[in-house]
């Protein structure tokens, strides 16, 4: 039997806090997988424990700082090496559009919706990532950060005009509603 490791990612486009990624290996079936985003935060929890009980899996987290040094590319193709060469597979299925030109790497858009070990992946990554940004709420609660979880929403954009930027807040990816006007 063919070995399947899923992986997913939570946190390529917010204005703050880590990349956190997961591969998966499923040692057992998990019941109510699907797209993390899918889920309610209670079901996400859930389904974290049954996984990581029921699973092989490897976590790599990226923060603001090293994705501003290396860029989101970068990190994405490093957490992906990283992850095949913890988990051995016969099978390396990423959920996106482009497998960066990795070796025995597929790539397939939506695969959280239905492959289970991808499923799994996005929940593992969006829990972690989710419990990394409500921790960062209590170091830093002027930004909202349990709310939003560190996207570009109306009221984040709000905070940062308010307050400026917290060490966790990724420089590189600019707000057009926050940049400084060019004079000529």
Same mark, same amino acid.
């Given at each position: 039997?063919?070995?399947?490791?899923?992986?997913?990612?939570?946190?390529?486009?917010?204005?703050?806090?880590?990349?956190?990624?997961?591969?998966?290996?499923?040692?057992?079936?998990?019941?109510?997988?699907?797209?993390?985003?899918? /889920?309610?935060?209670?079901?996400?929890?859930?389904?974290?424990?049954?996984?990581?009980?029921?699973?092989?899996?490897?976590?790599?987290?990226?923060?603001?700082?090293?994705?501003?040094?290396?860029?989101?590319?970068?990190?994405?193709?490093?957490? /992906?090496?990283?992850?095949?060469?913890?988990?051995?597979?016969?099978?390396?299925?990423?959920?996106?559009?482009?497998?960066?030109?990795?070796?025995?790497?597929?790539?397939?858009?939506?695969?959280?919706?239905?492959?289970?070990?991808?499923?799994?992946?996005?929940?593992?990554?969006?829990?972690?990532?989710?419990?990394?940004?409500?921790?960062?709420?209590?170091?830093?609660?002027?930004?909202?950060?349990?709310?939003?979880?560190?996207?570009?929403?109306?009221?984040?954009?709000?905070?940062?005009?308010?307050?400026?930027?917290?060490?966790?807040?990724?420089?590189?990816?600019?707000?057009?509603? /926050?940049?400084?006007?060019?004079?000529?």
């Amino acid at each position: 039997m063919k070995r399947l490791c899923g992986i997913d990612e939570a946190g390529r486009g917010p204005l703050a806090g880590p990349l956190v990624m997961a591969g998966v290996i499923l040692t057992a079936p998990v019941e109510g997988l699907t797209d993390s985003k899918k /889920l309610t935060p209670k079901k996400r929890e859930e389904l974290f424990d049954l996984i990581v009980e029921n699973a092989l899996y490897h976590l790599v987290s990226f923060d603001a700082a090293a994705i501003d040094a290396k860029g989101i590319s970068a990190c994405l193709i490093a957490g /992906l090496e990283e992850i095949m060469a913890t988990l051995e597979a016969d099978d390396y299925l990423f959920d996106g559009h482009t497998a960066f030109g990795l070796p025995n790497l597929r790539c397939r858009i939506k695969a959280d919706l239905d492959v289970p070990e991808v499923s799994a992946a996005s929940i593992l990554a969006k829990v972690t990532r989710d419990r990394v940004m409500v921790e960062m709420a209590q170091r830093y609660p002027e930004y909202g950060f349990e709310s939003h979880k560190g996207y570009g929403t109306k009221e984040h954009v709000e905070a940062i005009r308010k307050n400026g930027h917290s060490p966790i807040h990724r420089r590189s990816f600019k707000v057009k509603s /926050l940049e400084q006007p060019t004079l000529f």
